[in-house]
């Protein structure tokens, strides 16, 4: 199994009970990533619906409480189970604790319909023309230490945007990242992308809101109040593109979006939430 598939997957232990293992290479700041808490959460709820003609379709998370690296405790409910469509809920939280990541999704058969995509990809260079989150800083650049999930687990490069040093006169909320895990995970023998990894993935959103403040004096962070994701469509490619946008800020929140591309294919769309704290 890769490295993505071990931390997401749990034990069943009991009636609707999970138990998994996160290591610290998913941390940021100094939590792990919520989308691959999330992520666990989905799996666990994945093995306890037990019917795989119903793929994850959509999914919200509310992050109530912390939730830390190491033993995890995922409580699945099946809220409500069809034929064509089923809904779940799962809670996710360290052992002792009382709240963590509160999650529900639904998933479904594929249904009779129509079929179009409305958004549309921006154009930018290809993954291998664009800088990495990992290259060395131009001269004069403070250096820092990257997170563990961006240094081992997650590369990114940039796009589309201005990178978060410069000083520019305009800036938009809008930018747009090559991702790839370290070790894509691979389903179907090698046919597509685990699409739990492009939840992950989706929770990388308050870099919009980096683009349109530029440098601060103010060192800031935005953790997530929600994320919604909707799965759309396979994803055939170890990198996608992902497009994302501040819509608002004010309140100490901010309200944000993003797509997920492979190719000129739209796989995930999703929105969130975030509040901003500060370390100064």
């Keep these: 199994m890769t490295p993505f598939t071990t931390a997401t997957t749990s034990e069943r232990c009991g009636d609707g009970m999970y138990r998994c293992v996160l290591d610290d290479s998913w941390n940021l700041r100094p939590l792990p990533q919520g989308g691959v808490v999330t992520a666990a959460a989905l799996r666990a709820m994945g093995d306890a619906l037990g019917d795989t003609s119903q793929r994850l379709r959509t999914m919200h998370t509310m992050f109530i409480g912390q939730v830390t690296h190491g033993e995890l405790e995922i409580h699945v409910e099946i809220l409500r189970r069809g034929r064509s469509m089923s809904h779940l809920r799962a809670h996710v939280r ?63 490069r940039a796009a589309l945007g201005v990178p978060p040093w410069e000083v520019v006169e305009h800036r938009t909320a809008e930018q747009a990242t090559w991702y790839r895990l370290d070790d894509p995970p691979w389903i179907d023998d090698g046919a597509r992308i685990d699409p739990l990894s492009l939840v992950m993935l989706a929770d990388t959103m308050p870099g919009a809101i980096g683009q349109r ?65 500060f370390s100064n």
Excluded at 119 to 140: E, I, Q, T
Aim: hydrophobic fraction near 40%; include cysteine; glycine fraction near 8%.
């Design 94 to 156: 360290n052992p002792g604790a009382t709240t963590g990541h509160v999650v529900t999704a639904v998933f479904g058969t594929t249904r009779d319909g129509f079929e179009f995509t409305e958004l549309r990809r921006p154009d930018v260079p290809a993954a291998d023309d664009c800088r990495s989150f990992r290259d060395p800083l131009p001269p004069g650049v403070p250096k820092f230490e990257p997170t563990p999930f961006w240094a081992e687990r997650v590369e990114g």
């Design 213 to 277: 403040l530029g440098p601060t004096d103010r060192n800031w962070f935005g953790p997530s109040v929600d994320l919604t994701v909707h799965l759309l469509a396979d994803c055939r490619s170890p990198w996608v593109l992902a497009h994302n946008t501040a819509r608002w800020a004010g309140d100490g929140y901010a309200s944000v979006d993003m797509a997920l591309w492979d190719g000129d294919a739209l796989v995930a769309y999703a929105t969130q939430i975030s509040f901003f704290t």
